[in-house]
C-alpha cells in the first residue's frame, strides 16, 4: 500500500525559509524508474507544480521558482524534502508531495493529503 | 503548456451524465491525465495517457482526446462523484494543470 504524508512548520514568517518533509512507504525511491513531485495549492485557487526528483537523483524545478527552491532525498529513509528560500505571503498554500510511478510517464499516481503553510508576519 | 479547464463549475443531478473540457496550448499527445479532489482526501488518479483508466477507477468515467483536445466524462453520476477535477499535462516540463472544475449536485 502506497502512502505518502507531508509535514512542514505550519507558519512561517516572510524572508525566512520553509522546509517541508515528505514520509512515504509502499515504495523505493531506490527503484528505477521512481520519481517523488511537489505540488502546491493556495487556497481557492489551482495546483501548481514545483520540482520532481528520481531515483537517480535526477532534478526538475519549476522555472517560475526555480532559484528558490531546493529538492532532495534520502533514500534509506523513505523521505523527500523541499526546501523554498525567502518566502513571501504568496506562498501560503498547501503544499503535497505525490509519487510519479516508474512506468516512464510523469504523472501522479498517489498523492499526500497534504499540509498547509501560512507566511505571515 | 497552458491547460484551460472548462467549464469551472458543474451542476447536475445523481444519474445525470457530465462532461469537462480539457484544451492545450499546443499538443501534448496523449499525455494527459485525471485527479479527483475531495476535501479530507488525497488527490486520486483516475485517468492517465488520456484515456487508461487508473486502477480502481469505476467504468462510469472515461477519457478522451489527443493532441490539444481532451474529455473527461461521467456517465450515470454517483453520489461520490462529487467533486473537484484537475487535468494535468505531462508532455513536457514544467507538468501543468488545468484550473479545475467543481461538480455540484443539483
Known amino acids: 500500500q502506497v502512502t505518502l504524508k507531508e509535514s512542514g512548520p505550519g507558519i512561517l514568517q516572510p524572508s525566512q525559509t520553509l522546509s517541508l518533509t515528505c514520509t512515504f512507504s509502499?515504495?523505493?525511491?531506490?527503484?528505477?524508474?521512481?520519481?517523488v513531485g511537489w505540488i502546491r495549492q493556495p487556497s481557492g485557487k489551482g495546483l501548481e507544480w514545483l520540482a520532481n526528483?528520481?531515483?537517480?537523483?535526477?532534478?526538475y524545478y519549476n522555472p517560475s521558482l526555480k532559484n528558490r527552491l531546493t529538492i532532495s532525498k534520502d533514500t534509506s529513509n523513505n523521505q523527500a524534502f523541499l526546501k523554498i528560500t525567502n518566502v513571501d505571503t504568496a506562498d501560503t498554500a498547501t503544499y503535497y508531495c505525490?509519487?510519479?510511478?516508474?512506468?516512464?510517464?510523469?504523472?501522479?499516481?498517489?498523492w499526500g493529503q497534504g499540509v498547509m503553510v501560512t507566511v505571515s508576519s | 503548456v497552458q491547460m484551460t479547464q472548462s467549464p469551472s463549475y458543474l451542476a447536475a443531478s445523481p444519474g445525470e451524465s457530465v462532461s469537462i473540457s480539457c484544451k492545450a496550448s499546443k499538443s501534448i499527445s496523449n499525455n494527459l491525465a485525471w485527479y479527483q479532489e475531495k476535501p479530507g482526501k488525497a488527490n486520486k488518479l483516475l485517468i492517465h495517457s488520456g484515456s487508461t483508466l487508473q486502477s480502481g477507477t469505476p467504468s462510469r468515467f472515461s477519457g478522451s482526446g489527443s493532441g490539444t483536445d481532451f474529455t473527461l466524462t461521467i456517465r450515470s453520476l454517483e453520489s461520490e462523484d462529487f467533486a473537484v477535477y484537475y487535468c494535468?499535462?505531462?508532455?513536457?516540463?514544467?507538468?501543468?494543470f488545468g484550473s479545475g472544475t467543481k461538480l455540484e449536485i443539483k
Open positions: 526528483i528520481w531515483w537517480d537523483d535526477d532534478k
Open positions: 494535468q499535462q505531462y508532455n513536457e516540463y514544467p507538468p501543468t
Open positions: 509502499g515504495f523505493s525511491l531506490s527503484t528505477y524508474g521512481m520519481g
Open positions: 505525490a509519487r510519479i510511478d516508474n512506468s516512464g510517464y510523469r504523472y501522479f499516481d498517489y
